[in-house]
């Protein structure tokens, strides 16, 4: 990708320190991992997402919602991280004031070279106890009891608490729970604190998660966003580069540093 605008947000990338980088769901789909909304296969095409994606329907099938979330687990495993994961860690490898803000459950950034990603909406990689909070192993992690049949893509009952015994649960987000706390706080003050907040493959749509490049240009940093099709955040952004952010952002960290390895 080439181009004026392309030029421009890479003198605005070369010129920041303290950057912050936002991903949503687009970008992990260009490494094959389903959108939340998209089309489920299986046995899972009977079923609504957002119909298991509750506290309710855990409390109400707790095997059903659990199993789901497995088959989600198993198939982030199976993807891979593509060239614009590995572009935004080399953008905190140049700047490492960088803060990498995620909407994503997978552990694709982390393999893409970003130790630490704030993440706004949980992980498919943090199971926790339904009741207490504690932190849970994943499943992976165990010894599975002898006899036990080798994962399959249906109703699998959760394990238990080692504290408690109560059922664990994914350390996901679910419909009609707050966002945690921690990394809310911790994505607004990036952002309140940021020089410049590149967007990336999210939609916009996804509140409160949606108004943190908001807060970046009320506060006056530039907004860069990568995206395909335009969304609602167009009309605040200081430069729009439309394309796949496997495409987009290497072309990106090369404009800002052409002496950059760019993944």
């Given at each position: 990708m080439t181009g004026p605008e392309l030029a421009e947000a890479g003198r605005l990338l070369a010129a920041a320190r303290r950057p912050v980088v936002f991903t949503g769901a687009g970008m992990s789909a260009e490494?094959?991992?389903?959108?939340?909304?998209?089309?489920?296969?299986?046995?899972?095409?009977?079923?609504?997402?957002?119909?298991l994606a509750t506290p309710a329907a855990f409390r109400a099938d707790p095997a059903l919602v659990w199993g789901w979330y497995e088959a989600r687990r198993r198939g982030v495993r199976r993807a891979l991280p593509n060239p614009g994961h590995r572009a935004v860690a080399a953008?905190?490898?140049?700047?490492?004031?960088?803060?990498?803000?995620?909407?994503?459950?997978?552990?694709?950034?982390?393999?893409?070279?970003?130790?630490?990603?704030?993440?706004?909406?949980?992980?498919?990689?943090a199971p926790?106890?339904?009741?207490?909070?504690?932190?849970?192993?994943?499943?992976?992690?165990?010894?599975?009891?002898?006899?036990?049949?080798?994962?399959?893509?249906?109703?699998l009952t959760p394990p238990a608490c080692a504290g408690c015994g109560a059922p664990v649960r994914p350390g996901v987000v679910w419909f009609g729970e707050a966002l945690p706390s921690a990394a809310l706080d911790?994505?607004?003050?990036?952002?309140?604190?940021?020089?410049?907040?590149l967007t990336v493959g999210t939609s916009a749509l996804v509140h409160p998660a949606a108004e943190i490049p908001l807060v970046a240009a009320r506060l006056g940093a530039p907004v860069v966003q990568v995206n395909p099709v335009p969304t609602p955040l167009d009309p605040i952004c200081a430069v729009n580069l439309r394309g796949p952010a496997g495409e987009v952002l290497p072309g990106l960290v090369r404009a800002a540093w052409p002496d950059a390895d760019a993944g």
């Amino acid at each position: 990708m080439t181009g004026p605008e392309l030029a421009e947000a890479g003198r605005l990338l070369a010129a920041a320190r303290r950057p912050v980088v936002f991903t949503g769901a687009g970008m992990s789909a260009e490494s094959g991992v389903p959108t939340f909304r998209d089309a489920q296969t299986g046995l899972w095409q009977r079923y609504d997402p957002q119909e298991l994606a509750t506290p309710a329907a855990f409390r109400a099938d707790p095997a059903l919602v659990w199993g789901w979330y497995e088959a989600r687990r198993r198939g982030v495993r199976r993807a891979l991280p593509n060239p614009g994961h590995r572009a935004v860690a080399a953008i905190q490898a140049r700047l490492p004031e960088t803060v990498v803000i995620t909407q994503n459950v997978d552990d694709l950034h982390e393999r893409g070279g970003v130790p630490a990603p704030v993440r706004l909406h949980g992980s498919l990689f943090a199971p926790r106890c339904s009741a207490c909070a504690r932190p849970a192993p994943l499943p992976s992690d165990l010894p599975p009891p002898a006899g036990t049949p080798e994962p399959h893509d249906g109703p699998l009952t959760p394990p238990a608490c080692a504290g408690c015994g109560a059922p664990v649960r994914p350390g996901v987000v679910w419909f009609g729970e707050a966002l945690p706390s921690a990394a809310l706080d911790a994505a607004v003050e990036a952002a309140a604190g940021c020089d410049l907040l590149l967007t990336v493959g999210t939609s916009a749509l996804v509140h409160p998660a949606a108004e943190i490049p908001l807060v970046a240009a009320r506060l006056g940093a530039p907004v860069v966003q990568v995206n395909p099709v335009p969304t609602p955040l167009d009309p605040i952004c200081a430069v729009n580069l439309r394309g796949p952010a496997g495409e987009v952002l290497p072309g990106l960290v090369r404009a800002a540093w052409p002496d950059a390895d760019a993944g």
